[in-house]
């Protein structure tokens, strides 16, 4: 995260898909409980966005793949949901282009397949995102050589 923090939201604990979030902090070398995620998911990406905010994707629930998305905000210790993406992954990444965009790429579909898209979006989150049913921008498909 901006600040040096890590951010460990979600997982899979003793046979069980996890919802909790915790902040390790590298100065005092001490982990925190925070406000849990919307829903629980492993194999899911994170990407932690300039504003300091921490964006997630995807995953698994235990009964389905997830095109969910939810932003975390450390000023508010709170996780709003944010604009899905066009197709459900697991396993995929997500980072931070040069262009402030974020892109989540490969992984793979409820199927097995390999996904073979991927997607780009804006990082101008603008505090939409207080609104759960706003997206945080559109998000588009691009194309993959």
């Given at each position: 995260m901006k600040d040096g923090k890590?951010?460990?939201a979600g997982g899979w604990n003793?046979?069980?898909i996890s919802n909790a979030s915790y902040l390790f902090d590298p100065v005092d070398g001490k982990w925190r409980s925070v406000e849990r995620t919307l829903r629980k998911r492993r194999g899911h990406s994170a990407v932690a966005r300039a504003?300091?905010?921490v964006?997630?994707?995807g995953g698994w629930d235990g009964s389905?793949?997830?095109e969910t998305a939810e932003i975390y905000d450390p000023a508010k210790n709170h996780w709003n949901k944010i604009g899905p993406m066009s197709a459900a992954r697991f396993n995929h990444i997500s980072l931070?282009?040069?262009d402030g965009r974020i892109l989540v790429s490969g992984g793979v579909t409820e199927d097995g397949v390999i996904a073979d898209c991927a997607e780009a979006e804006t990082e101008?989150?603008?505090g939409a995102?207080?609104?759960?049913?706003d997206a945080e921008s559109p998000v588009e498909d691009v194309a993959v050589a």
């Open positions: 890590v951010l460990v003793d046979d069980k504003d300091g905010r964006r997630i994707t389905g793949f997830l931070v282009l040069k101008s989150g603008s995102e207080e609104d759960a049913t």
